[in-house]
């Protein structure tokens, strides 16, 4: 009887992304916004469940995941899962691989999957929501005019104007509902 070392290539189109993307062929972490300055903002974790692989014959085992990887940064973190099964019913938990060899944990069987697990660690990111120098928020209560997002402090009111003999008299009415306190009134 001889052992013979098998290779199955898999394809990372296939499979259920859930915060991962494919880019220029390879698994990344999901690009979920771009910051102010250009620079792409990737989802926090991801994860890469692949299609049933049919192995095709009786193995006597698995023996390891080849990978390859690109351009991992400090701040990102991968980890691989595999489980089998023997009749593509019933499957096996997810078992981590053995990472110095890529050794496979999972039981024999004649279908595989793969899982590959995405983190990373957040970056500084600068988003600009909005600069609000149009004025397109101003209400009678908010200002967004000079750059700044506010509530209106100062209040303009035009009173009626009374004279009589000792002086001038100036009425407004102000309507409690729509003030909570008045610090000051001031007349020019």
């Known amino acids: 009887m001889s052992t013979k070392e ?28 771009t910051d102010s300055s250009g620079k792409s903002v990737y ?39 595999t489980k089998s099964s023997t009749n593509n019913i019933v499957w096996s938990d997810y078992v981590e691989i053995t990472y110095v060899e890529g050794k496979i944990n999972s039981p024999v069987g004649l279908y595989a999957r793969i899982k590959i697990e995405l983190s990373s660690t957040p970056s500084p990111a600068l988003l600009t929501v909005d600069e609000f120098t149009d004025g397109k928020y101003n209400t009678d209560y908010v200002s967004s005019s000079d750059g700044v997002l506010r509530l209106k402090r100062n209040f303009q009111l035009s009173p009626t104007v009374e004279s009589n003999a000792d002086g001038y008299l100036y009425r407004t009415k102000i309507d409690r509902s729509k003030f909570k306190k008045i610090n000051t009134l001031v007349f020019q």
Not at 52 to 64: H, L, P, W
Request: glycine share 14%.
């Open 6 to 33: 098998i290779g199955l290539p898999i394809s990372l189109t296939g499979g259920v992304h859930n915060g991962t993307e494919i880019k220029d062929g390879k698994l990344q972490l999901k690009e979920v916004a």
């Open 43 to 81: 989802a926090s974790k991801g994860a890469w469940e692949s299609s049933v692989i049919s192995i095709g014959d009786k193995v006597t085992a698995f023996q390891r995941v080849v990978k390859t990887m690109v351009g991992t940064g400090s701040n990102v973190d991968y980890k691989i899962y």
